[in-house]
């Protein structure tokens, strides 16, 4: 807040005046200097000099890029921040553009990673119509495509249809020439890779054509170079679940078709004091027990997350003060979990500390519902006090009612009345709690929590001789 009321005082934060300038990379690397750092990000470059106390990294962290080029950087760290609303007072210009080669020429390398990336397997999409309808046929060529690799929006003329193949996205994105109707079907043929979007025209005209190509249309991208797109999502429920913790329940536009997978987070954003701001979460079932949980339909329309309220944050009290009927701007998934993970695994070891609970539920969902060859499922549980375990009793329930599941809870500031285990991460508890079912059983562990904790957690795990294939933190 500090930041933001500094970025509004009109004081000139780039030293320049007003203006915006040209920058050559000579004139970058000259601005290296705590008092005199100037980075680009995707092209523009901001004076971060002003910025330097105000950086919850530190002034070391933003130093690694002074002078310099830190998408990269950036990416591998928050590429989630929205640093156009938060550096736009220190803008200072846009980077030269270099000499461009012979038309029609690429560099070796971009020659060699466009062919690898899009050679003989690049998706194509066609379309064709009837009377009442409109159908888009996007043929990725990949055969693990399933309704959680499709995103679709319709906002105003523009539909967008991201499809996630591996690590790449390939993009529809047209200005209709038509109007539709708000709701439209996503169908996936998953053993031939094939995804049929069925849109209802408003008026039954023969269409010439789709319509015209928007930003990136047709295109194939690593998933790192694409920005996070956004959707406005209503409140649609808000209810307690421990003194600090909340069930928030929001709604997805009717013309949006979106899952979030098991194991990955969406972004939520919201407008703070005039600069938006953004914070990770990773999406929840509504309940742990299936006879309290909501039917779960392919086109289901609501998600839930469990937030921690901290009435000292700049975000989350916002957040809370969000009534029934307000609106909170929802990301397109991202998280590196792959489902695929779960093959043939037998035993699954869950490590949570406090909020880092929550990727856990969907994850001990899907272990208890869909795979086969699982023996056995335990959750340890890490809190300060019993009044901050989320939800306790649903836990208890489901290690009565699945026999394969059990919970330890572990607590760092309990009472005198509390007889369960106590304290923080340590050998001494992992060593007793990895216990595989078989000798050779397959195994996963998963842990997020706190960065101290994972950290810990990680190296304590390490160290008792898992390997990294058999680890999965959650970071954010």
């Known amino acids: 807040m500090d930041w933001i009321r500094l970025t509004k005082s009109g004081k000139d934060l780039t030293g320049l005046k007003g203006r915006l300038i040209e920058v050559t990379e000579e004139e970058l690397k000259k601005h290296n200097k705590k008092d005199d750092c100037w980075i680009c990000i995707r092209g523009l470059v901001y004076n971060v000099s002003p910025y330097m106390e105000y950086h919850p990294g530190g002034e070391d962290e933003l130093m690694r890029a002074a002078g310099s080029d830190g998408t990269d950087l950036f990416d591998q760290v928050h590429r989630w921040v929205n640093y156009e609303s938060m550096l736009k007072e220190c803008l200072v210009g846009r980077m030269a553009i270099k000499p461009a080669l012979p038309k029609g020429m690429l560099p070796r390398s971009q020659v060699t990673d466009t062919l690898a990336k899009e050679g003989p397997s690049s998706p194509s999409y066609d379309w064709f119509q009837t009377d009442s309808l409109v159908t888009i046929v996007i043929y990725t060529k990949q055969k693990d495509i399933s309704l959680d690799s499709v995103i679709v929006d319709h906002q105003e003329d523009s539909f967008r249809v991201e499809t996630i193949i591996k690590d790449y996205s390939y993009l529809i994105h047209i200005g209709l020439s038509h109007e539709i109707q708000e709701d439209f079907s996503v169908r996936v043929i998953a053993n031939v890779g094939k995804i049929e979007i069925v849109l209802k025209k408003k008026e039954s005209t023969s269409w010439k054509s789709l319509g015209h190509p928007l930003e990136n249309h047709n295109s194939l991208l690593s998933k790192k170079d694409t920005g996070l797109y956004y959707r406005k999502c209503q409140l649609i429920s808000k209810e307690e679940v421990t003194h600090d913790t909340k069930l928030f329940s929001v709604m997805l536009p009717p013309s949006t078709h979106l899952q979030v997978p098991v194991g990955q987070h969406v972004y939520l954003k919201l407008t703070i004091a005039g600069t938006e701001i953004v914070k990770p979460y990773t999406p ?82 899907y272990a208890l519902t869909d795979i086969p060859s699982l023996r056995k499922v335990k959750l340890m549980f890490f809190n300060k006090t019993e009044d901050d375990i989320i939800w306790r009793s649903q836990l208890e329930k489901l290690a009565l009612k699945d026999k394969r599941f059990d919970v330890e809870f572990v607590l760092s500031a309990p009472t005198s009345e509390w007889s369960g285990k106590e304290g923080y991460v340590s050998p001494a508890l992992l060593s007793d709690f990895l216990e595989r079912s078989l000798e050779e059983s397959k195994v996963l562990i998963c842990i997020c929590g706190p960065t101290p904790f994972t950290e810990q957690g990680m190296k304590l795990l390490h160290d008792l001789n898992f390997s990294k294939d058999e680890i999965h933190s959650f970071t954010a």
Do not use: W
């Open 284 to 365: 929840v079932s509504d309940s742990l027990l299936p006879e309290f949980k909501e039917p779960v339909l392919p086109n289901s329309k609501c998600i839930y997350f469990l937030i921690k309220i901290y009435p000292a944050g700049l975000f989350t009290p916002e957040l809370d003060l969000l009534q029934t009927g307000d609106y909170v701007s929802v990301s397109n998934p991202e998280g590196n979990f792959k489902i695929s993970q779960f093959q043939e695994m037998e035993d699954l070891f869950l490590l949570a500390a406090g909020t880092g609970f929550t990727p856990m539920v969907k994850v001990l969902n």
